[in-house]
């Protein structure tokens, strides 16, 4: 599991992040309306968009992929990142989990 570094509070943002040789182009989007972050992601011409965060559990286990995205409470509240800074202020962390991680909790080798 690897922390997403360098998030900002600013409300539009775009993260490149180098996993097994290609790169995952990661939007995160803050909607101010709803209070809520979102993300739209691409690896290797799949594409998946306006996945809310919510903390403590993986966000695209139904689509196959050898990784996913985590967000950890730090204030241990268990309440979703919904304000602008949470990232930024370290109340919230982004983690990618990699291969070894989607493995041990789906209990299935990957190819």
């Known amino acids: ?3 997403v570094q360098n998030i900002t509070n600013e409300p539009f943002q775009r993260h490149s992040i180098i996993y097994e040789d290609y790169e995952i182009i990661l939007t995160l989007r803050y909607l101010h309306r709803c209070s809520i972050w ?3 992601l691409e690896y290797i011409g799949w594409k ?3 996945i ?7 966000h695209i286990s139904g689509q196959n992929q050898a990784f996913d995205f985590f967000v950890s409470d ?5 309440i979703d990142p919904y304000k602008q800074d949470d ?6 962390i982004l983690y990618i989990l990699e291969r070894d ?3 041990d909790i789906r209990s299935v080798e990957l190819p």
């Not at 809310?52 to 993986?58: E, H, Q, R, T, W």
């Not at 990232?87 to 919230?92: D, T």
Request: glycine letters at 14%; a negative charge; charged letters at 15%.
């Open 87 to 92: 990232f930024s202020s370290g109340r919230n």
């Open 48 to 50: 998946v968009s306006g």
């Open 52 to 58: 809310k965060l919510s903390v403590g559990v993986p």
């Open 38 to 40: 979102v993300i739209n």
């Open 1 to 3: 599991m690897l922390q």
């Open 74 to 78: 730090e204030s241990n509240n268990g």
């Open 101 to 103: 991680d989607i493995e």
